[in-house]
């Protein structure tokens, strides 16, 4: 799905194409991780926390934490620029989880929400902007091993939408957001419901 805004620049107007949105993932079923936005060196140098810690074992945050390192270290690995996180773009993703556990929906979009786009200019201070920007937005979730940060992290990587987002080198922003339960199943702590928020701006 290919996405194209126009945002006006003094006076003019700038077609900004986005990156493809990846197509959610098909499988279902501690202390916090290294902050995504290190030099390539330490992100492959430090481990990241809990990368196998099932849902309901660890608080969200710390696995939405763990996930960004994990992506980091993938980056690191491929001589690619660390992703530095944004509260905007964590707090779209966690909201965006929230939805898909609380209407039974696992999708990109849930009836009634809104376009990414759109929720970030409305609810966050991330746009509207002068400027370029570029966003993209992974879904996953599985329970027990299925949901664990690192299980999310490979099956992403998979996924051949999904792993142009994660390592595309014009992206730089992330926000995770993870949510214990499953669609339809918000008392669920044994699945993980995960989305992840990618930006780029200037």
């Not at 990846?22 to 501690?30: D, E, P």
């Not at 270290?73 to 964590?90: D, E, N, S, V």
């Not at 940060?149 to 939408?161: D, G, L, S, T």
């Amino acid at each position: 799905m290919q996405m194209t805004y126009r945002v006006p620049v003094r006076g003019r107007r700038l077609v900004i194409a986005t990156l493809p949105l990846a197509a959610g993932l098909a499988v279902l079923g501690g202390p916090p991780g290294v902050p995504a936005g290190l030099k390539a060196g330490e992100a492959q140098a430090r481990p990241c926390p809990s990368p196998k810690a099932n849902p309901g074992t660890i608080g969200p945050a710390q696995a939405s934490r763990t996930v960004a390192c994990l992506i980091n270290r993938r980056r690191a690995h491929r001589g690619l620029p660390m992703l530095k996180q944004r509260a905007a773009l964590r707090d779209t993703a966690r909201r965006h989880s929230e939805r898909m556990v609380n209407r039974g929906c696992f999708a990109h979009l849930c009836p009634g929400e809104k376009p990414l786009v759109t929720r970030l200019r409305q609810q966050t201070s991330y746009l509207p902007c002068k400027c370029e920007f570029r966003v993209a937005q992974t879904i996953g979730g599985g329970a027990n091993a299925r949901g664990r940060p690192i299980r999310i992290v490979r099956n992403w990587i998979r996924a051949k939408r999904n792993r142009k987002v994660l390592f595309s080198r014009n992206l730089r922003h992330v926000g995770i957001g993870v949510v214990w339960g499953g669609p339809g199943a918000p008392g669920n702590d044994s699945f993980g419901t995960y989305t992840g928020v990618f930006g780029y701006k200037r």
